[in-house]
């Protein structure tokens, strides 16, 4: 049980002792955090003891009595704002007034706590004042985690566009100076391998794109009764280049309507990425058989590829962003390396599943589940 740190400043030992017993013993919960939280209770008998434990160790709250026997506790308060104490302030005070409320509210005090008090009242008042300093914790810690995601993310990406980008310089650069003479064919493998690290980051720009738009919630979906048969077909036709190339069959085994409610533009997405990638890491003149059934309210999808497969330690880190698997096999293959977690985020949208069985040399095999939204 997560603990904040309070500390409890009054020059009245009785007032000092009972505060303590009612918030030693107070646990409380906070709507959708699943902590439940108390107070350590640390005591200071007058203000220049406050400010010698406040500049030695770090507190969640102090509450502060407002007339001390050496200092105020708005003079405390003035410390804890010009030092920047990360302390929350509740003052409490047997003398009451709208001027010393507007005084203690201007100096940072949290809350206001107007002596004699109940036990409850102090609850009350605690709870929300420790209410306050969880979820103002979390914001914080979620905004670092946020900037460091921003860091690393851009990190890769730079990491990822700079070898195509140096790739390409370094080809027109040996064009531009006519390295190679001036007969044009000459040339022709170095404008192939350029168009090609071209094409890649384009691919990474658009897959980009996309899993921005899965993840924003911005993307406007358009939910329709879409037949699969069809954008599995126009999504084969799409990816036949690349299997003529290689040699590879692409097989459809399913009825000629599988009806789901669905994203066609979404549906056209995940089938892309699940072909693309099954004729991608294939062997030469291998196979691809897509298998799509329905059956009670689900629709299963199934793309079994005779291709190069996976080791156990590869495929737990394949739903990753940026993850390419590198091996002896896979160190001519290009890609972006977010296919697949894109893949993922949209089989969550329609509360499906998806898994995954590869034997290294062997070939893999995709296991989806959608429902009809």
Do not use: W
């Not at 906070?30 to 107070?39: E, L």
């Not at 406050?50 to 407002?66: G, H, P, T, V």
């Not at 698997?325 to 293959?333: A, D, G, H, P």
Request: glycine letters at 8%; zero cysteines.
């Amino acid at each position: 049980m997560p603990n904040l740190k309070l500390l409890l400043v009054d020059d009245e030992s009785g007032m000092r002792r009972g505060a303590s017993k009612s918030l030693k013993r107070f646990n409380f919960q906070i709507q959708g955090i699943n902590d439940t939280f108390g107070f350590d209770v640390t005591e200071a008998s007058s203000g220049m003891e406050a400010l010698r434990l406040l500049e030695k160790s770090a507190y969640d709250i102090a509450l502060l009595d407002y007339k001390l026997r050496d200092i105020t506790g708005l003079e405390i308060l003035g410390t804890i704002k010009e030092k920047e104490y990360s302390v929350l302030a509740v003052m409490m005070t047997a003398y009451a007034s709208l001027e010393i409320a507007i005084s203690a509210t201007k100096n940072g005090a949290f809350d206001f706590l107007a002596k004699p008090f109940t036990p409850e009242e102090l609850r009350s008042v605690m709870k929300k004042a420790g209410t306050n300093v969880v979820l103002h914790r979390r914001a914080r810690k979620l905004e670092e985690e946020k900037k460091k995601v921003r860091f690393q993310f851009l990190s890769i990406l730079a990491h990822e566009l700079k070898a195509p980008l140096n790739a390409v310089e370094g080809y027109l650069r040996v064009i531009d100076d006519r390295v190679a003479g001036n007969d044009i064919q000459s040339y022709d493998k170095m404008l192939k391998r350029s168009l090609s690290r071209l094409g890649g980051m384009r691919k990474l720009i658009f897959d980009l794109l996309d899993l921005t738009r899965i993840e924003s919630g911005q993307k406007v979906r358009q939910i329709a009764e879409t037949n699969l048969v069809d954008i599995v077909k126009m999504s084969i036709e799409t990816n036949a280049p690349s299997a003529d190339k290689k040699g590879v069959t692409v097989k459809l085994h399913s009825s000629n309507n599988i009806l789901l409610n669905g994203d066609s533009g979404e549906l056209e997405i995940m089938f892309n990425n699940l072909i693309s990638n099954s004729i991608k890491y294939n062997k030469d003149n291998g196979q691809v058989d897509i298998t799509i059934t329905q059956s009670e309210g689900l629709t299963n999808i199934a793309i079994a590829d005779s291709g190069i497969g996976m080791k156990p330690e590869e495929k737990e880190r394949l739903f990753g962003e940026f993850v390419r698997l590198k091996n002896e096999k896979t160190k001519n293959i290009e890609g972006s390396g977010l296919g697949l977690s894109i893949l993922k985020k949209l089989v969550s949208l329609y509360d499906g599943e998806i898994s995954v069985k590869s034997e290294f040399e062997v070939g893999t095999t995709f296991n989806i589940t959608l429902k009809s939204l």
